[in-house]
């Protein structure tokens, strides 16, 4: 009798195995219809503070409860994100003058100037020029472009990327693959730190990643920011760009030369001047408050409650605009980003389909990203679930459309061991992680993977790849320079049912499944890899 219990024992202990191993197997039905509903035009292009924004968080809502999904935000599947829309004047021209002359800066062509400031009338007079290199201060490099350098209430004139571009040393910053120091969110922050009036940024197509056209297009346009009244922080009265051919005039005035300019300022030892120049303009500003939405769901873990595992894609585009060549003015964002939010939406079905996860997984669906990641920059700063709490962020921002790959395009490699989970999947699955294809554009700052990564938390965020199974790399390539220039960000970014094929974008969810399904059964902490940026603020408060 006490054989046939044991063996009862095992039999149950083997089913129960095999239930945890168990795994929902997506189909192309559980993306298509909210890829379709979410891209269509009756959602206005999912703009903030439009009706097209009350008509996707509510959809979202009642999907989650459709599937029985908890509030993840107390009784609420609603976070506020209380949030400025900013719409900033400059002045036509800016003007320089210093010992050896005046030069004067077209608005527009030469310069693109915004500001922070709620003031109706932001003036700079006779304000200092100093140039601080890259303007980049990075301990762990050995590197402070502001040493020995006073920049309160002056102008910073800095650099793009960091010193490593252009080098053949990985290890000097990232060689090639640019920093968070490289990117121009950085340089405004820090020249804030600095105490500087403003900062102009040194516009270079190649280091940049883009050409002056994409920041033409914030020239007098409304730009939205987080509410921050009653805590205020210092903010910089303009911060901006300047064409390298205008900077080289200015340089000239300097009596110094661009190119020596730039040669030096990659050295370690580079020391920051002031120029003998000063600047003046003026920005007319324009503010109005107002109230978006982050929505979010959870379901409880059953064994570490407390523990969370946070999914993340955003739900707003960029509303109706101008038309294009067809005289459509809805700007869908069906790629970017009703795809990831479908996957989102298809990611909590599955969670709730299988076994209760051990930890507690969140599906949060972000605001104003395409305004600057601010639904997660309003999460990292007021975080439902504590950072310490958090093992990590996995993103989706833009679902394969075009087809099974075999392998998928990780965004940051080198950043943290969730890459190494991504791996163990992939290996699985017989297919592969290839490094992003342009590490100079700095994509794992441009998405609200980021903002996560900010606050030291671990965060998965990979994209599209180009090896097509039946046809190849270069078809791939061929497929993702065709949606850069036909479709990103224009009307056309439609669902095509004869051009889209969700075969990829089900293998994709998939893999994005195992990876959050097996962190949230295990006990694992992913960490920071030696070099990340991010490694010193999780371990500054992170205990294991």
Known sequence: MKNLLSLAAIAILLVGCGDQSKSYQFQVADLEPNLIRL???????????TAGEEMTTQFLESKFKEMGLEPGNGDSYFQEVPMVSIVSRPQQTIAFEGPQGAIQGAG?????????????LVRIQDAEVVFAGFGIVAPEYGWDDYKNLDVKGKIVVVLINDPGFGSDDPTFFKGNTMTYYGRWTYKYEEAARQGALGCLIVHNTIPAGYGFNVIQNSWNASKLYLDDRGQEAYKLGFEGWITLPFAKQLFDKMGKNDSEI????????FQGFTTEMVLNTSIAVEATYNVSKNVVAKITGKKAPEEVIIYTAHWDHLGIGKADETGDSIYNGALDNASGT???????????TDAQPDRTVVFLSVTAEEQGLWGSAYYAQQPIYPKEKTVANINMDGINPYGKMKDVSVIGVGQSEMEDLLDEELKKLGRYAAPEPNPVAGYYFRSDHFNFAKIGIPALYFGTGIDHVEKGKEYGKQLQDEYTAVYYHKPADSYDPKRWNLDGAVDDVQLLYQVGRNLANSARWPGWKEGSEFKAIRDSYFKK
């Open 39 to 49: 891209s269509s035009d009756e959602f206005l292009g999912r703009m903030p503070f």
């Open 108 to 120: 527009l062509n030469d310069f693109v100037l915004w500001t922070q400031r709620t003031d109706s």
């Open 262 to 269: 730039l040669q030096k300022a990659r050295k370690i030892d």
């Open 342 to 352: 479908a996957a989102l939406l298809a990611l909590a079905k599955a969670f709730k």
